[in-house]
């Protein structure tokens, strides 16, 4: 298997794309397949560039063993489209902010969506933001993460995508 190269995307890098990089991240080392595999994380926003993901993430994140520490960086349309396989956005309006820069037919093709990715929750089309909201958003957003990304990990393997 060639590398792989997959980008997680949301609205400012500091919440969802941070946990999904992370939780990919430690599915595809434990799966042994770390070499066959670059995981990044951005958003489209650049108000957090820099700065690493927001404290309730990081902490509901390694309560489950995950290293979400990323420091934020922001999604640029040709660099981005021309370097990964995969980008993988987490709401309508991520989808709407990255196949704004779609350059043609290739980059499109390359925007998934993690909603098309979550069979054992499919009432969910999207990914919820959860800066707003209480612990009980950070849980949902990592239960809904880890369903997205063990089944997208499974499509890549497979080659259903």
């Known amino acids: 298997m060639d590398t ?3 980008l997680f995307v949301c609205l400012g890098n500091i919440c969802r794309s941070p946990a999904a990089h992370a939780v990919m991240q430690k ?9 066959q595999f670059e995981i990044d994380s951005a958003g489209l926003g650049n108000w957090h560039v820099g700065q690493l993901p927001d404290a309730r993430m990081r902490k509901h994140g390694a309560r489950r063993g995950y290293a979400v520490n990323h420091l934020a960086r922001q999604f640029h349309g040709a660099t981005d489209f021309a370097r990964f396989h995969y980008i993988v956005v987490m709401d309508a309006e991520n989808y709407r902010g990255v196949m704004a820069q779609v350059r043609d037919e290739a980059d499109g093709k390359k925007v998934l969506r993690m909603g098309d990715f979550l069979r054992d929750n499919a ?3 999207v990914v919820p933001d959860p800066y707003y909201g209480g612990p009980e958003d950070f849980e949902l957003a990592l239960d809904l993460i880890e369903e997205g990304c063990r ?8 080659n259903k995508v």
Do not use: P, Q
Request: no cysteine; charged share 25%; glycine share 4%.
């Open 123 to 125: 009432h969910y089309t």
């Open 27 to 35: 599915m595809v080392d434990e799966k042994g397949l770390s070499a």
């Open 151 to 158: 089944h997208l990990l499974e499509s890549i393997i497979y």
């Open 4 to 6: 792989k190269k997959i």
